[in-house]
């Protein structure tokens, strides 16, 4: 990889980190939970496929920057498929489906 694509890549890198501890410094303490955001962010998308610009929607309406699909996509969350759309995973619908330990006996 030639140097300069090594530094706008080790740039993207930093500009995630940046994007992120943005985003925990100005979380709001009565926001909820990261993981019950998630599981609302994947309870509302469903199994339809999203554009891009759809899917950072939805991010953002659940409190996640939009870069943060690129992460999901790394951890098998998430795929874009030969449509462009972005779809969960198999994982991912799965693990929405799976009811907390405490909803189960409270």
Not at 32 to 38: D, I
Not at 66 to 90: F, H, I, K, S
Request: hydrophobic share 40%; glycine share 10%.
């Amino acid at each position: 990889m030639p140097q300069r694509d090594r530094v706008a890549a080790a740039l993207r890198q930093i500009s995630a980190g940046f994007a992120a501890l943005a985003d925990a410094v100005s979380a709001d303490p009565a926001e909820p939970p990261e993981e019950a955001r998630q599981r609302a962010l994947i309870s509302e998308w469903g199994e339809r496929g999203l554009t891009r610009a759809e899917a950072s929607a939805l991010f953002r309406k659940h409190g996640f920057s939009p870069q943060a699909a690129g992460g999901w996509v790394r951890g098998d969350w998430l795929e874009v498929r030969g449509d462009g759309r972005r779809y969960l995973t198999e994982r991912s619908l799965r693990w929405v489906e799976q009811e907390e330990p405490d909803e189960r006996h409270g």
